[in-house]
């Protein structure tokens, strides 16, 4: 992690530079999270923590979050803070906006997952009517793991804690109750950030939670996030990000959490072939093409990473000799003065 | 609180990096999510009064022997046997166990007149105990009562008037042993059984025997079909000194055998993270890791070493029998067991472990790569009941740094062994054909008499030991080790941990299952 400050032993004492060294300093001292056995080890979800153990993981308890005090100092956040900030970084573009006008809350919002971004950027998208009725489903091992963590993400983005890795009847039970009491609820299905930019398979915990609910499940994609802030950098691109929803998706009668998964799968994939060209070429294409477009290849970690096709939103650097003419000259540039094209 | 048994953790994103040995040091590693790491079971309490116990043990023994009170006598010729340096690891605190059962089996010799008494050390074909060693394992007064007499001896294999052929077993296996031991009135055999591998008929018929003997069980055949050694029942190793024992009992040497089991307490209180599961590290575990690793770091290898030769283990006693061998043996492997079984879910493709900077053979010593692929692939990958923890096929990844040093005075015949046998070939069916010249060459020989050098032919042995690890592996990865030492044993090296488990998916597929032995303390893994 490199960081850009002036030493401060190097600056003058009181002089500008040494104040913002000193700046710096702090702010790398706070931003980094110091690792085991620096800071005090976590604690694995798997195993029963102690009764003296205050509450994390999926035991966090988040019901103060939802209160009115915290949800109106919430909603002061996320619109004047967050939703501008959104808008200035990532300059979002939304398709298919006009179907969120349409819903009857509760819904089950469901999203490919490739950067911490992602949340902020859909919250800030939805509507006023949805987005301050919206709880997002975060990794209990990941977000809720320290106690200064469960409180920031439960307070500012009424996140509640959900098990991953293993079916937890808490954690279904507690998304279930909030859904029955009218919050809409944001759940990404790959159980984490993609590691190479493709998606992940689907887990069955979004389509069981619409099934028990028997509300509709209103599938998303976002494009971009993952060149902003992909999974391990530490430091925030600007870049701009393509949200795309989908018609939400009804269980149907009789229809199992498995079918329902994967007609959910589906759609997201058909909404990641549609950011890449449009809704009609996405539904021309045949089944194991989109497939395979959205998917990546079967393959190798670093293969999967470089058949990623460039992103048609990034701008493409500059590199020939015709966009660049000066190229062509070899000359030192002080010779080049006066001499002809 | 009672102990908390063994513990299997299925790693997810929230457990804190693990702690790997890594020779004289350590390192925290992350496993991949999904992961298991093996904890061993939280030593067991010890007994309350452990005198007492032996007392009681000798007072009333199992099986058809009688109370050892009611075997002396006087004119009677005894020798006691004791284990070696090799047991246990680390060296436990003073008194050690054998001081302690056997000052009480001297009180009984000294009661019943019994002047004839005789003390070796069960050797085998391993390096003869310093003074120190001695007086550290018997406790001084007795070092003092029998050593300047010339009545504590230590076993020398290569003794021709010292050795006594008792005849050959069903299947014509040789059964040589101590000359002092085969004609005494009484043997009394004093074991320390730190793992299940030790003990019974084994304690006799290999830690009194001779090469002509020893060649039948140590050899890559037998260890081969040893599946695990740690486990009696499945083990060729055993079967044979089985053999061995009831052919020595039916020669009608009398033998009181005497076992103890020792809690898990292996690490004093200083090192305390070392017992401790990683989630459950104190401030205090954390500095005393960091403050360690820190002062490690800066030290020089040999002093480094010095260091940790000086912990010795507060160890603590569990259980002790006495009686007849077989009865003995089988109620000290359930207290063994209860102490070191963790029952685990099937097996894995890559199998993880730290190995640590001592073994049976480098006690006050230099852990040579011969050393270390014998603790590895021999000793902890052999830790298991029913099946390996990694499949056939599977890759197991070693921590340690492999240093292409040796104790030139404990382990000469393992420099020509690690130059000129390991450069041509690493099979343990093929390296036999060298073994008869090693255990036969006067020089070793010598050096195993008079000084403190292991057997000419020990590194063979170490090198069988490893027999059923390399016929079931697929690879075999170290991390952090010397290249070129590695590459020598016939294992890849590897700088990371990430980098070993990606070339283990070479072997094993992409994705690979891991599980992480998390020892020592050591555990025993049932493999179901």
Partial sequence: ?341 | MSPRPGYVLDVDRSTPPVLFWHGEGFRLERLPEGSRVIYPPEPLPPLPDPIGAIRRALEEPLGDSQPLRSLLRPGMRLTICFDDVSLPLPPMRRPDVRQLVIEQVLDLAAEAGVDDVCLIAALALHRRMTEAELRHALGDRVYDAFAPQGLLLQHDAEDPDGLVHLGRTDLGEDVEISKRAATSDLVVYVNINLVPMDGGHKSVATGLASYRSLRHHHNARTLRHSRSFMDKDHSELHSSNWRMGRLIAACGVRIFQIETTLNNDAFPAQLRFLQRREWEWTAQDRATYLATQAALRRLPDGLRRSVFHQVTAPYRLTSVQAGEVEAVHDETLRHVYAQQLVEVEGQSDVLTMGLPYICPYNVNSIMNPILVACLGLGYLFNMYRGRPLVREGGVLILSHPTPRSFHPAHHPSYIDFFEEVLAETTDPGEIGKYEEAYATDPWYVHLYRTGNAYHGVHPFYMWYWCAHALEHLGGVIVVGGDPAAVRRLGFKPASTLADALEMAADVVGPSPSVTHLHAPPLLMADVR
């Fill in chain 1, 1 to 341: 992690m490199s960081t850009r400050t002036p030493d401060p032993r190097r600056a003058l004492p009181g002089s500008p530079a040494a104040a913002r060294a000193l700046l710096g300093r702090a702010k790398n001292t706070l931003r980094r999270d110091l690792p085991f056995p620096w800071s005090p080890p976590t604690w694995p979800t798997s195993v029963p923590a102690p009764r003296d153990r205050p509450a994390l993981g999926a035991a966090y308890e988040t019901d103060w979050a939802r209160r009115y005090p915290v949800r109106l100092v919430r909603a002061v956040l996320l619109d004047n803070v967050l939703r501008p900030a959104v808008h200035l970084l990532a300059a979002p573009e939304v398709r298919g906006g006009e179907l969120l006008a349409l819903l009857d809350p509760p819904v089950v919002f469901v999203a490919n997952h490739a950067s911490h971004l992602d949340t902020p950027v859909l919250l800030s998208l939805l509507p006023p009517r949805l987005r301050h009725h919206t709880v997002v489903a975060a990794a209990a091992d990941h977000f809720f793991d320290r106690r200064w963590k469960a409180h920031l993400w439960a307070g500012l983005l009424s996140a509640v804690p959900v098990e991953r890795h293993r079916v937890n009847r808490r954690s279904a039970e507690v998304a279930l109750g909030l859904i029955e009491d009218g919050w809409n609820l944001l759940i990404y299905p790959e159980g984490g950030r993609t590691p190479d930019g493709w998606p992940q398979p689907h887990r069955g915990g979004a389509a069981y939670l619409a099934v028990r609910s028997g509300r509709p499940v209103v599938p998303l994609h976002l494009r971009g996030t993952d060149r902003m802030l992909p999974r391990g950098a530490d430091r925030l691109r600007r870049g701009r990000v393509t949200v795309t929803v989908g018609q939400p998706l009804h269980p149907e009668p009789g229809e199992d959490a498995r079918a329902l998964a994967a007609r959910i799968e589906r759609a997201v994939a058909r909404l990641a072939a549609e950011s890449r060209s449009d809704w009609w070429a996405a539904r021309r294409l045949p089944e194991p093409e989109r497939t395979e477009l959205v998917a990546g290849p079967e393959a190798a970690p670093w293969r999967r990473a470089w058949a990623r096709p460039p992103d048609p939103a990034a701008p493409r650097p500059p590199r020939t000799e015709d966009e660049l003419p000066w190229l062509r000259d070899r000359r030192a540039p002080w010779r080049r003065r006066g001499a002809a094209p």
